[in-house]
Every structure is written in structure tokens, then in C-alpha cells.
């Protein structure tokens, strides 16, 4: 079974940008929807951006405009680029292939001044 690991995040400053990627074990192509989720303690798990193989992408309302996804198959990575970051922005970051039930063990990002 394919296994998706997460990289990148920990202590970012208000207004500032991280990065985090998703590698996976295995070939991603046959996952047409992959995406970042968030959650943030006592809240429930949100989604933060999904892509197609088409390469079409759909953002949570809070980070549209700030975050941008892309996927490459052929290295078998997802990237979030996180950009003008907020203290709302801190949670647990998860890489997945929703459809197929994969997730990641996730990625803190703490934003903080």
C-alpha cells in the first residue's frame, strides 16, 4: 500500500511563508484527487487545498489566495506553499488521497510572533 509521508512546517512568524511537501511510496497517479487537510486542536479536520491530475485545484475559503498546491506524479510529491501565514493558520497538516483512504501521519505548523 502506498504510504505518504509529510516534511516541512514547524515555528513560522506572522506574515511569514513555509513549504510543505508530500512524498509517497508509491506511484500517485491512479489518485485523481490529492490534497492537503488541516486540524487545529478541538476542531475538526479541514480541507486546505485538493488537485486533480487534471491539475485543477479547489482552496478552503481562509487560505485562498495565500496557499497553492501542485502535484508532480512523476516524482510522486505534492507541495503546499504556504504564503502570508496567520496564527489561525496553526494546526496539524495532513497529506492525503481522500478517495482512497491515505493519509499521512501529518505535519504541525505553528504560527507565531
Known amino acids: 500500500q502506498v504510504q505518504l509521508v509529510e516534511s516541512g512546517g514547524g515555528l513560522v512568524q506572522i506574515g511569514g511563508s513555509t513549504k510543505l511537501s508530500c512524498t509517497a511510496s508509491?506511484?500517485?497517479?491512479?489518485?485523481?484527487?490529492m490534497g492537503w487537510y488541516r486540524q487545529a486542536p478541538g476542531k475538526e479536520r479541514d480541507m486546505v487545498a485538493i488537485?486533480?491530475?487534471?491539475?485543477?485545484?479547489v482552496y478552503g475559503d481562509s487560505v485562498q489566495g495565500r496557499f497553492a498546491i501542485t502535484r508532480d506524479n512523476v516524482k510522486r510529491t505534492i507541495i503546499l506553499q504556504m504564503n502570508n501565514l496567520q496564527p489561525e493558520d496553526t494546526a496539524q497538516y495532513y497529506c492525503?488521497?481522500?478517495?482512497?483512504?491515505?493519509w499521512g501521519q501529518g505535519t504541525q505548523v505553528t504560527v507565531s510572533s
Open positions: 508509491g506511484s500517485i497517479a491512479s489518485f485523481n484527487t
Open positions: 488537485i486533480a491530475n487534471s491539475g485543477s485545484t
Open positions: 492525503a488521497a481522500p478517495m482512497a483512504g491515505l
